[in-house]
């Protein structure tokens, strides 16, 4: 058996819980909460720290300070903020108690099978720079995540 099969997350080293995240960089895209339902809608209006060509966080060491919103995952409850993670992340897959998806690079060998299978937020993602005076983020919904 794998680790992430056979330990928690909480029980992970510091290397196999990097290990994990598969580069997507779909939670670096900006979500929206519906006030009334508490739904989560993700956008593919992206962080400004996110590079979009390589979905790496610009400055990843300095990310709490320099983007306080941006949570550590590692510091977090995932009960609480589980759902805000796309649903294909494989944080909360695991916390969820559901195994990892067949393109996930620890499975594959190759980061590459992420944008293989249409998960990098590379392919769709844009900054606020780019966006028209007359868009708001709710005009660039993807998904929702609840
Ligand atoms: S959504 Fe999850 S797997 Fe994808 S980049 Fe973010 S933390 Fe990593
Ligand atoms: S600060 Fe970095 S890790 Fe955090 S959301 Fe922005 S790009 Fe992603």
Do not use: N
């Amino acid at each position: 058996m794998s680790f992430w099969q056979e330990k928690s997350l909480a029980d992970m080293s510091p290397a196999e819980w990097e290990s994990l995240c598969d580069g997507c960089g779909q939670c670096c895209l900006h979500k929206l909460e519906d006030e009334d339902t508490g739904q989560v809608a993700l956008t593919r209006i992206a962080c400004d720290l996110l590079v979009i060509k390589t979905c790496r966080c610009r400055h990843y060491e300095q990310r709490s300070q320099l983007v306080p919103e941006c949570l550590d995952l590692q510091q977090h409850d995932f009960a609480t903020y589980g759902r805000w993670l796309p649903k294909t992340c494989a944080y909360r897959l695991l916390g969820e108690g559901k195994p990892l998806p067949d393109w996930h690079p620890l499975i594959t060998g190759t980061p590459a099978s992420v944008a293989a299978a249409g998960m990098s937020a590379a392919a769709y993602a844009k900054k606020t720079a780019s966006m028209k005076r007359s868009e708001d983020y709710e005009d660039h919904i993807i998904a929702w995540l609840d």
